[in-house]
């Protein structure tokens, strides 16, 4: 062998391991927003600030929503004493990360959280790739990618996970989760049903087995999941409460729930928009409604229910998937009274391309099958 | 806006203690503007003669710290169930889930941070209460940044917090104090336990402080993890506002034994954590059904206590001084002057909870009206009892209970036993070589007899609920024949023969000579 040979024979292994080491976070696209951050957040701890700061600068200029890269960006000036440049951008990211949709409180905990989680998902592969046969690491790696709809990674660290602590509740449940979000709602159902033989007042279970059951297109088994969840959440958690009503299609319930939902979080226009829908459901008194100035979504949702924007309008103005769901669900609420089969048709919509985690599907399913679909 | 939790006890836990804390608390009140903030203090297994920490240090602090402290006082006695599983006094987790449980729930965010750091807002004008006030929902931590020893135990004020802060400005410059320690995530940063954020809400929704930490370490990191899994995020706070952590390892503290120390379980409590909650406890952390006592430094303080109680039973003196003697030959005068005397009696029962109720076997009657009227004075709740056995006391006081010994046994929390005469009065010269009279050695017998059966069966006659020794106070017991049968059974230590007192537990004593007082107290033998 040349001496090249052997170098190459003692570097192929390690390169090999390299590359398996960074497989896991390649689902990034070259050039994306997210591979500038990544690159960004590596060239800073080699201690590259100015690299660091132009990766920045370019995932910016791709996405300048993009808060994890503002404040690692903010951090990076206020420590080059850029005080008063920084100042202004930490609180930017705050704001973006505010405005940016949260999950439904009924759901566990990981999907009720607003951010990108690209700072998180960075920093945990550094974590995993040092503290080694650990849970932590892989469990909240796998969360942050769940979160930003990278299942099949996700999914991937969860193993990991329970290759650590095998058949350890609190990771199968997070499996199951996984297992839903990549439509394999069987393998999902699986995990749940053991999760919830050793705990079965897991309240946030119940609502992940739902969501998978709901998908399978057994009502009366998530039904009845969340029939449990909703006897397991407190008075206080009137927002998780009427999330969960208004998937099993109890208008009445939850149109009380989100009246007080409403009381605590008057700005959240969500609570609104629910009360409304449970209110026409069951055919209780118009509440006054307040269209949020600015349109951001649901906005339009609103003023399509206060009769300020046509239906076409509100679908329009769906600018994703599951803003499309939402709107469709509710140009079915509104459409009932005076046109069963256009709500059927709107609602069939919602079954048919609306993600199964949605409350919009949930409640589309219930409300179909009690017009007999 | 927000509430500060913070815990410790009155003992001396690392270097300087007082003057750490102090400064502290009265930096941390001096960032405060909301009228709802608060400094809540668990003063943790303090024993229960000593004042609590904050209390022990109260003229150091400032008004508005005073004012905006609440200190609540976890007695040994709840603390005793613990014993056995840890070798710390003061548990980290317990006494901050205390607090949680009884803050304020106007505050939106609780702040956990301890009694050696000093808060700065970057912007001068900005107090804590009005950055937190402006902040989106989170998990919120800063750096800790280090302060020389010399530097804070040499140049601070402990009373002028807002110099103190205005010096840490300068010193950060100067002497490059600033340097950030990032650590994995989701610790983000070193020392992460002397400031973390988080909404009052998410810290209930958790279920607080993982309570199985006892032995200490770890506590902040086991919260960074289960907050940053149900947060998503662990956000900093670094511009707006800087941690300085007052140094004191030159001498190590009690929980600081090198690589010695014993600590929680990493891998279970930080790198196996796999849920934000901590189902087990969901119902008890905090400890929701106990009843805990609460205190302040601004108003009905233990002085005013102590003071209103006194001037019930004595009025001020009429001499410049007065005079006893310690001289051998009065070993057996047992007279003593009383209202000199009750200022002691009462300076070793105003820090016990006001529920407690106190046996009192005694000989004068103007020490038992005297004492009655302090102790109502003094705000306590609980009865005086007094054994039918001890004849000529009166029994239409109130607040005084009497009934057989016996029975009264189980149910008494304190002990005092008073070992004067009878037959002195108010106006006779006090150790002037006074012999006893038939009564006072008749009386005195049944007092000796009670009080050595109460010492040695005081185990076995507690209280069912109680956990702890109960505390035995001799009054008139120094430099007289009364001195080695009180020290023969209580485990007191040496006090000046002016305060007339001595206090303590009973002897534990498995030798012999420990094991034949006990059989002989017992059946009064």
């Known amino acids: 062998m040349s001496n090249v040979d052997i170098l190459q024979a003692a570097i192929t292994p390690l390169a090999r391991l ?18 500038h951050f990544r690159d960004g957040m590596l060239r800073m701890r080699s201690g590259d600030i100015d690299g660091a700061l132009a990766e920045f600068d370019k995932a910016l200029s791709l996405a300048p929503g993009f808060a994890d890269a503002v404040l690692a960006r903010a951090e990076l000036l206020d420590g080059q004493g850029r005080c008063d440049a920084a100042r202004g951008e930490y609180d930017r990211a705050r704001r973006l990360w505010s405005e940016m949709p949260a999950g439904a409180p009924d759901r566990r905990y990981l999907f009720r959280r607003r951010g990108h989680f690209a700072f998180e998902i960075e920093a945990y592969e550094l974590v995993r790739s040092n503290v080694r046969n650990k849970i932590l690491p892989q469990l909240a790696h796998g969360n942050a990618l769940l979160v930003r709809g990278r299942a099949d990674e996700a999914l991937d660290s969860y193993e990991r996970a329970l290759r650590i602590k095998p058949n350890l509740p609190e990771l199968l449940a997070l499996k199951g989760e996984a297992l839903s979000a990549l ?3 069987e393998e999902a159902i699986q995990a749940f049903d053991t999760v919830l033989a050793a705990f079965p007042a897991d309240a946030e279970t119940l609502n992940g087995r739902g969501v998978a059951r709901m998908a399978l297109g057994k009502l009366a088994e998530a039904n009845d999941d969340w029939r449990r969840q909703l006897d397991l959440l407190p008075q206080a958690q009137s927002s998780a409460r009427a999330c969960v009503a208004m998937r099993q299609g109890n208008s009445e319930a939850a149109f009380h729930s989100f009246g007080l939902s409403l009381a605590k979080e008057p700005a959240n226009p969500y609570w609104l928009l629910y009360r409304l829908t449970a209110g026409r459901l069951t055919g209780a008194p118009p509440d006054p409604i307040a269209v949020p100035s600015g349109g951001q979504w649901p906005a339009p949702l609103l003023a399509f229910h206060a009769g300020q924007a046509a239906a076409a309008d509100a679908l329009a103005q769906a600018d994703t998937p599951c803003r499309s769901a939402e709107a469709l669900f509710q140009v079915g609420v509104v459409a009932l009274a005076g046109n069963p089969a256009a709500a059927r048709r709107h609602w069939g919509e919602v079954v048919e391309r609306g993600a199964p985690a949605l409350i919009e599907y949930a409640a589309a399913r219930n409300e179909l099958a009690r017009l007999g679909s | 806006m927000f509430s500060v939790i913070l815990y410790g006890r009155n003992d001396s836990h690392g270097y300087n203690l007082h003057k750490r804390a102090a400064i502290s608390f009265n930096a941390l009140a001096e960032v405060m503007s909301d009228p709802d903030d608060e400094i809540l203090f668990v003063d943790y297994n303090t024993p229960d003669d000593h004042p609590t920490f904050p209390e022990a240090i109260h003229d150091t602090l400032t008004d508005k710290a005073k004012k905006v402290m609440r200190i609540l006082r976890v007695r040994p006695d709840q603390h005793a169930h613990l014993r056995p599983k840890t070798h710390l006094v003061a548990l980290e987790a317990q006494s901050r889930n205390v607090a949680l449980r009884r803050s304020n729930p106007r505050n939106r965010w609780v702040l956990y941070t301890n009694t050696d750091m000093l808060l700065v807002p970057r912007n001068t004008e900005e107090s804590l209460s009005n950055i937190l006030g402006g902040l989106v929902d989170g998990f919120y931590q800063v750096p800790r940044f280090e302060i020389p020893e010399m530097l804070w135990e040499a140049a601070f004020d402990r009373r002028d917090p807002a110099g103190n802060l205005a010096k840490l400005r300068d010193w950060a410059v100067r002497f490059h104090l600033n340097q950030v320690v990032h650590n994995y995530m989701p610790m983000k940063y070193d020392a992460l336990g002397d400031f973390q954020a988080a909404l009052r809400e998410d810290m209930f929704a958790i279920h607080g402080f993982d309570e199985d930490m006892i032995l200490g370490w770890h ?7 289960r907050l940053a899994l149900y947060r998503g995020r662990v956000d900093t706070l670094i511009d707006k506002v800087f941690g300085y952590h007052c140094d004191h390892t030159r001498v190590a503290a009690a929980n600081n034994k090198g690589r010695a120390t014993r600590m929680n379980d990493q891998d279970r409590f930080i790198w196996n954590v796999a849920s934000p909650y901590v189902p087990a406890q969901a119902e008890t952390w905090g400890w929701p059904d106990v009843e805990i006592e609460e205190l302040h430094l601004d108003r009905d303080t233990a002085y005013q206590r102590f003071t209103a109680g006194l001037e019930k039973a004595i009025k001020p003196a009429t001499a410049p001084f007065t005079g006893t003697s310690l001289e051998w030959q009065l070993f057996e005068d047992l007279t003593y002057d009383l209202p000199h005397t009750l200022p002691f009696v009462c300076d070793q029962v105003v820090t016990f909870p006001r529920s407690t109720a106190v046996m009192m076997v005694a000989a004068r009657v103007d020490f038992v009206t005297g004492f009655a009227e302090a102790w109502k004075g003094m705000g306590f709740t609980g009865p005086l009892l007094i054994p039918e056995e001890c004849e000529g006391l009166p029994s239409d006081l109130e607040g005084i209970e009497r009934a057989p010994f016996a029975e009264q046994l189980p149910k008494a929390d304190m002990f005092i036993f008073e ?12 150790r002037a070589g006074r012999a006893m009279a038939p009564l006072d050695k008749k009386r005195l017998k049944v007092i000796e007899r009670l009080f050595k059966r109460a010492a040695a069966s005081e185990a076995e006659t507690r209280p069912t609920a109680r956990r702890v020794p109960r505390r035995f106070i001799g009054v008139n017991v120094i430099y007289n024949k009364f001195w080695t049968t009180f020290t023969d059974h209580v485990g007191a230590n040496i006090n000046p023969f002016c305060s007339q007192v001595l206090a303590g537990l009973p002897r534990e004593d498995e030798s012999l000579k420990g094991k034949v007082l006990r059989f002989r ?5």
């Not at chain 2, 070992?419 to 006090?430: A, C, M, N, R």
């Not at chain 2, 107290?521 to 033998?525: E, S, T, V, W, Y």
Request: hydrophobic fraction near 30%.
């Open chain 2, 219 to 225: 506590c902040d990191s086991n919260l960074a993890a």
């Open chain 1, 183 to 185: 439509g394999r709602h």
């Open chain 2, 419 to 430: 070992f004067g005469l009878p037959t002195q009065t108010p106006s006779e010269p006090v």
């Open chain 2, 521 to 525: 107290g017992r059946h009064a033998l």
């Open chain 1, 18 to 35: 390299w590359r398996r080491s960074t497989s896991a976070v390649v689902g990034l696209k070259p050039g994306s927003a997210e591979q």
